[in-house]
Nanobody, 126 residues
Framework: QVQLVETGGGWVQTGGSLRLSCSASGRTSGFDTMGWFRQAPGKEREFVSTNRRSGGTYYAESVKGRFTISRDNAKTTLYLQMNSLKPEDTAVYYC????????????????????WGQGTQVTVSS
């Protein structure tokens, strides 16, 4: 059974940093495409960033230059380093994984992801 477990959320002041982690288990081959989405109160869940083990990293315009996605050498843990945080980054952050490699035009489409974590809260105060 596949499980994605996020950790690292919390409270931080504007301009601060947080690092989210997502540990994947239950699939020996791992996942090529894994990403982060977020949902702010009263808003739809939105794409944040995706990493493909086969190559390619993708970011939403709103986080480019501030967030960095990466994986560990074993490719089982996904990270999201978040710097220069803003109040508008406040949201529940979800880790997601796709059964198959996603093409670049699909990485931002949450319908293409098959597995989701439970989410971790990030709160940025002004």
């Amino acid at each position: 059974q596949v499980q994605l477990v996020e950790t690292g959320g919390g409270w931080v002041q504007t301009g601060g940093s947080l690092r989210l982690s997502c540990s994947a288990s239950g699939r020996t081959s791992g996942f090529d495409t894994m990403g982060w989405f977020r949902q702010a109160p009263g808003k739809e869940r939105e794409f944040v960033s995706t990493n493909r083990r086969s190559g390619g990293t993708y970011y939403a315009e709103s986080v480019k230059g501030r967030f960095t996605i990466s994986r560990d050498n074993a490719k089982t843990t996904l990270y999201l380093q978040m710097n220069s945080l803003k109040p508008e980054d406040t949201a529940v952050y979800y880790c997601a994984a796709a059964n198959n490699r996603l093409i670049s035009s699909s990485v931002g489409d949450q319908r293409m992801y098959n597995y989701w974590g439970q989410g971790t809260q990030v709160t940025v105060s002004s």
